[in-house]
C-alpha cells in the first residue's frame, strides 16, 4: 500500500495537553500509522495507507469532535512559491488573534478597578462591591468563554487540559463571592477587606475574591495574546522565506519580452532579469553576465560573478548587468520550495524531549486537579478555616497551569530552523538537535567539500633552459582543444597566465589515457604522462621526470610537456582547497569535534590537502572507493566514535545516510542532499561549524525552556498548596511563565 501524509492547520490548543490529547487520539484511528501535534505551528501531521479506508474528512471530524476546529492544508501547487494569487491557509486564519486582542483590551478595562479596590482598602466606599461585582461579571464570564467553552467540551469526553484548571479556579473563586455576596455578610453596605499575598485566615461569609477571577482571567488572557504574537515572531524567518521570490517575470517570446506572473512560466522558457530585479526561478545564464546576490537565500554577503553557462538560484537579485535565463526549475522543485519545505517539516516534527513533555503535561492535570482537592480538604481538616482552603486550592489550580511546558521546545525549534534558513542551514528535523549534542568525531570527504572540486593549474616546473611562457603558449593550445578536465584546467591556466588565449593548433589528436599530441605553431607537440612521451622516443626524460616526482610529492598530478622530440618541463595540476576550508577545521576542532579526512584520491594528495587544512596524517583515509565509504564510518562508530559526515556528491549519500549526522552541502547532488540531515546551503565548510554551534545552542535552550517550565510548577505547586500564594499573583506568575519561555526562545534570533 501507498503511504499518503497529510497536514491539518489545527485550531483551539491552548497548551501541551491539548496537542497531546488530539495526537493520541490520531494515532488509535485504525488505518493512520502516525500522527504528530505541534502547539507552536498549530499543525497536525498524519500518514496512513491509501485504500485503508482513512479519508481527511474523518480525520478533520475527529478532531473536531474532541472540540477543536481543523482545516487540510493543501499543499502548494507549482506556482504559490515565489509568487501566486492564494497561499494555503494558514492557522492565523483560524485562531482569530484579533477576537483574542479584543477580548484582552475589554477584561483589562473593567478588571483594572476591581482589582485596586480589593488591594487598596482606602479606595473602597460604600457597596463598593457591588461595582466589583459588576465589572468582574463580564471579565470572568465573556473574557473567560474561551477556557470555559474549552474546559466543557473536554469535560463531555473524560478529559482534562489546562483551560480546565483556568475555569475551574475563576468559576470557584466567582461562586465563591456570588454566594458570600448574596447569601453571606459580603454584601452588606460598609463591608471592608484588606488584601494579602498569602492565603489568610477569615471568615469566609464575608470574603468575596472577584479580583480573583477577574485579575486571572485578564492575566491569562495576556500571556495567550503575548505568546501569539512571539508565535508568529518565531515563524517570521519561514514567511521571508516564502515571501522572497518574484511575484512577475518578464519572458521572451518571438524575440519580444512579455510580463507574466511566475506561476505561468515552464521549464525552458527565456525571462530577462534587469539589475535590481529578482531571479523569477533557478536557471542557467544563456546570455549577459553580472554579479548576482545570494545574501537572503545562502547567508553568504558577497555577491557571486555569472556568466553565460552559469547556474543562478531563484529569489536571489541581480545587482549589475541585464541577464537572459533559461528556466531549468520551476515551483515546487526550486530550491527556495524545497528549503521552504525543509523547514517547515523540521518545525512540525517533535524531538524526543518534547514527546516526554507532552507525555508529562497529560497525566499532569489530573494530577493537579487530585492536588487541588487534597489541599482543600487538607486545609479545611487542619485549620476548618474555609476561607484559607478555598484560597489555597484555588491557587494551587491557577498556578499549575503546564502551559509553558507545552511551548519550550517547540518555539525555540521554530526560532531555531528560521534563523538557520536565513544563514543557509537547513535542519531536517528536531532530531537532529539531539544528534550534534553527542557528535565527537566530523568525516570530510574531501572533493567538493574540503576542496573547490575543480581542477586548477599550481604550478609550473621547466627544465633547462626553457621559457615558461612558451611552455604554457604550446601546451595550451593543445589542451584547450580537449574536453577533459585536467586538460581544460592547463587551457584556464595558460590563458591566465599569458593574459591571452593561446594559439589554436594546426593539427590536434587525442591519444585516449595517455594525453593529446600535435602541431602548434610548427613545432610537434606532445601533452601528457610519462608513458606517452616514452613512447615517442623523447629526450631528456631523466631530468623531467624528477620534475613530476617534486610536484606529485606535493599531491600534484603531473602533466608532462615535449616538444620538438625533447621534455621541456612538467604542468602541476590539483583540486585546490576552498579558502575557508583551514579555518573550518579549525573551528570544529574548537567544538571539540576530531576532523578525519576521506578521498578516493590517492595517499600523497590526500595527505597534502590534509597538511593544507590542518588534519594529522593519522586522520586521512586515502583511496577509499564509494562503496566503501560507509566501511570507514561504521569503522569509526566501531571505536565508539559519535560520527558527523559531510559531502557533497552521490556517492557519499550512503555515507551520510549511515553516519550518526549527515551534513549536505547544498551545492551538491539531489542525492546527497536527500541523505543529510543538515543541508548547508552554500559551499563553505565553515558554515558546518556554525550549523552544529546552531544546533547545539537550539537544544541549549529547549533544555533552559523545559528546566524553566519544570522547575517553575514543582516549586510554585507546594508553596499554592501551603497557602503562600494569593490566587492573582499566582496567575500571574502562570501568565509570565509562558512568556519567558517564549521570549528566551526568539533569543535565537540573534544567533550569528
Not at 316 to 336: C, H, I, K, M, Y
Not at 427 to 444: A, F, Q
Not at 626 to 650: F, N, T, W
Amino acid at each position: 500500500m501507498t503511504e499518503v501524509e497529510v497536514e491539518l492547520a489545527v485550531g483551539g490548543m491552548t497548551c501541551a495537553s491539548c496537542s497531546s490529547r488530539i495526537e493520541k487520539k490520531l494515532n488509535r484511528m485504525e488505518g493512520v500509522s502516525a500522527a504528530s501535534v505541534n502547539l507552536a505551528t498549530e499543525k497536525a501531521k498524519v500518514s496512513y495507507d491509501e485504500g485503508g479506508g482513512v479519508e481527511v474528512a474523518q480525520l478533520i471530524a475527529l478532531v473536531e469532535k474532541l472540540g477543536y476546529t481543523a482545516q487540510e492544508i493543501v499543499p502548494a501547487p507549482p506556482e504559490p512559491v515565489g509568487g501566486g494569487d492564494s497561499p494555503p491557509p494558514t492557522t492565523a486564519d483560524i485562531t482569530e488573534p484579533d477576537t483574542l486582542r479584543q477580548r484582552l483590551v475589554v477584561s483589562a478595562a473593567l478588571a483594572l478597578p476591581v482589582v485596586l479596590l480589593a488591594m487598596v482598602p482606602a479606595l473602597q466606599f460604600d457597596n463598593w462591591q457591588w461595582l466589583s461585582l459588576t465589572l468582574a461579571a463580564p471579565v470572568v464570564v465573556w473574557g473567560g468563554l474561551p477556557f470555559h467553552r474549552a474546559a466543557l467540551t473536554n469535560l463531555r469526553h473524560g478529559a482534562a487540559t489546562m483551560d480546565t484548571l483556568v475555569s475551574v479556579g475563576t468559576l470557584a473563586a466567582f461562586g465563591w463571592s456570588l454566594w458570600a455576596l448574596f447569601f453571606g455578610d459580603a454584601g452588606m453596605p460598609g463591608m471592608r477587606h484588606g488584601f494579602d499575598f498569602t492565603a489568610s485566615p477569615g471568615d469566609g461569609a464575608s470574603t468575596v475574591y472577584l479580583e480573583v477571577a477577574a485579575g486571572v482571567v485578564t492575566f491569562i488572557l495576556l500571556g495567550r495574546w503575548l505568546e501569539a504574537r512571539s508565535k508568529r515572531k518565531a515563524g517570521a524567518a519561514l514567511r521571508a522565506l516564502l515571501e522572497l521570490g518574484a511575484k512577475d517575470v518578464a519572458v521572451l517570446r518571438d524575440g519580444a519580452e512579455t510580463r507574466i506572473p511566475v506561476g505561468r512560466l515552464a521549464v525552458g522558457d527565456h525571462f530577462v532579469v534587469r539589475p535590481g530585479e529578482t531571479v523569477a526561478t533557478d536557471g542557467t545564464v544563456v546570455e549577459g553576465s553580472s554579479a548576482v546576490d545570494a545574501s537572503m537565500l545562502t547567508g553568504e554577503s558577497v555577491p557571486v560573478d555569472v556568466g553565460v553557462g552559469g547556474a543562478v538560484t531563484g529569489a536571489t537579485v541581480n545587482t549589475s548587468g541585464r541577464l537572459v535565463v533559461e528556466a531549468t526549475r520551476v515551483g515546487a522543485d526550486t530550491q527556495l520550495a524545497r528549503m521552504a519545505r525543509l523547514v517547515e517539516d523540521a518545525q512540525t516534527g517533535k524531538a524526543q524531549v518534547q514527546r516526554l513533555a507532552d507525555r508529562i503535561a497529560g497525566v499532569f492535570v489530573p494530577v493537579v486537579l487530585l492536588i487541588a482537592t487534597g489541599t482543600l480538604g487538607g486545609w479545611l481538616g487542619a485549620t476548618g478555616d474555609a476561607t484559607a482552603a478555598f484560597t489555597a486550592a484555588v491557587a494551587v489550580l491557577i498556578i499549575a497551569c503546564p502551559c509553558a511546558l507545552g511551548l519550550a521546545t517547540p518555539t525555540a525549534l521554530m526560532v531555531g530552523t528560521g534563523r538557520g534558513a536565513q544563514l543557509g542551514i537547513l535542519i531536517k528535523g528536531p532530531e537532529v538537535l539531539e544528534s550534534t549534542r553527542r557528535v565527537d568525531t566530523v568525516v570530510l570527504d574531501k572533493t567538493g567539500t574540503v576542496t573547490t572540486g575543480h581542477m586548477e593549474l599550481t604550478d609550473v616546473y621547466v627544465a633547462g633552459d626553457t621559457e615558461e611562457k612558451q611552455l604554457l603558449r604550446l601546451a595550451g593550445a593543445l589542451e584547450h582543444a580537449s574536453e577533459h578536465p585536467v586538460a581544460r584546467a592547463v587551457a584556464a591556466g595558460a590563458t591566465e597566465h599569458l593574459g591571452a588565449a593561446p594559439p589554436a593548433p594546426e593539427r590536434f589528436e587525442n591519444v585516449a589515457g595517455f594525453g593529446v599530441r600535435g602541431t602548434v605553431e610548427g613545432h610537434e607537440v606532445l601533452v601528457g604522462r610519462a608513458r606517452l612521451l616514452a613512447d615517442a622516443g623523447v629526450t631528456g626524460l631523466d631530468e623531467v621526470g624528477a620534475l613530476r616526482d617534486t610536484a606529485e610529492a606535493a599531491g600534484r598530478t603531473a602533466v608532462l610537456v615535449a616538444w620538438d622530440g625533447v621534455a621541456r618541463g612538467v604542468l602541476a595540476v590539483a583540486d585546490t582547497v576552498k579558502e575557508s576550508s583551514p579555518r573550518a577545521v579549525r573551528e570544529l576542532r574548537a567544538l571539540g569535534l576530531s576532523p578525519v579526512l576521506l578521498t578516493g584520491d590517492n595517499k600523497a594528495v590526500a595527505d597534502a590537502v590534509a597538511r593544507e587544512v590542518g588534519i594529522g596524517p593519522d586522520a586521512v583515509y586515502a583511496e577509499v572507493l564509494p562503496e566503501d565509504k560507509v566501511e570507514v564510518v561504521r569503522r569509526l562508530q566501531g571505536e565508539g566514535r559519535v560520527v558527523a559526515m559531510v559531502g557533497d556528491g552521490v556517492n557519499d549519500a550512503a555515507a551520510l545516510a549511515t553516519a550518526d549526522l549527515g551534513l549536505a552541502m547544498g551545492t551538491g547532488t539531489d542525492a546527497a542532499i536527500e541523505a543529510g540531515d543538515l543541508t548547508l546551503v552554500r559551499g563553505d565548510l565553515r558554515v558546518a561549524a556554525d550549523a552544529i554551534r546552531l544546533s547545539r545552542k537550539t537544544l541549549a535552550t529547549i533544555k533552559g525552556n523545559l528546566f524553566w517550565a519544570f522547575g517553575y510548577n514543582v516549586a510554585a505547586l507546594p508553596l499554592a498548596a501551603a497557602g503562600l500564594l494569593n490566587p492573582m499573583i499566582a496567575g500571574a506568575a502562570m501568565a509570565f511563565s509562558s512568556v519567558f519561555v517564549v521570549t528566551n526562545s526568539l533569543r535565537l534570533r540573534t544567533f550569528t
